[in-house]
DNA sequence: GTTTTGACAGTAT
DNA sequence: AATACTGCCAAAA
């Protein structure tokens, strides 16, 4: 299995993210975190966009801080990402929004 | 090597 | 409460 380069920050990302239970969800800001980098919320998005396909990640258990999807609501992505956490079991409270008292992940 | 961009978050106004 | 500004980090150009 061939291993590819990749920054240590990457590499706790995505080790997390593949952490994230499902039916619960994760923050920008709390990947950053757990990554070591508490201000790192972008870059975290930077590594998912990158890596979630080929690492098969659940890339739609993170959003923002806000408990919303971090698309735009017209977008692809946007109705794709929704779709996978409604089928998980994530409802949403407003038309956008979700409880994240609710379904936020407390790493153990 | 420097500049720009991006799936954010926190603070200030 | 809602919007604007700033900070921060990693890839791509």
Same mark, same amino acid.
């Given at each position: 299995?061939?291993?590819?380069?990749?920054?240590?920050? +990457?590499?706790?990302?995505?080790? =997390?993210?593949?952490?994230?239970?499902?039916?619960?969800? &994760?923050? =920008?800001?709390?990947?950053?975190? !757990? &990554?070591?980098?508490?201000? +790192?919320?972008? +870059?975290?998005? #930077?590594?998912?966009?990158?890596? +979630?396909?080929?690492?098969?990640?659940? #890339?739609?258990?993170?959003?923002?801080?806000?408990?919303?999807?971090?698309?735009?609501?017209?977008? &692809?992505?946007?109705?794709?990402?929704?779709?996978?956490?409604?089928?998980?079991?994530?409802?949403?409270?407003?038309?956008?929004?979700?409880? !994240?008292?609710?379904?936020? #992940?407390?790493?153990?």
């Amino acid at each position: 299995m061939t291993k590819i380069k990749m920054s240590p920050f +990457a590499r706790k990302v995505i080790a =997390y993210v593949k952490r994230i239970p499902r039916g619960q969800v &994760a923050t =920008y800001g709390q990947i950053a975190r !757990l &990554a070591g980098k508490p201000h +790192a919320s972008r +870059a975290v998005g #930077w590594v998912l966009h990158a890596c +979630a396909k080929s690492h098969q990640l659940p #890339w739609q258990r993170v959003i923002n801080s806000k408990g919303t999807i971090s698309f735009h609501p017209l977008t &692809a992505e946007y109705s794709a990402q929704k779709r996978l956490l409604q089928k998980e079991g994530v409802e949403f409270q407003s038309l956008h929004g979700l409880n !994240l008292n609710y379904y936020q #992940w407390k790493k153990s």
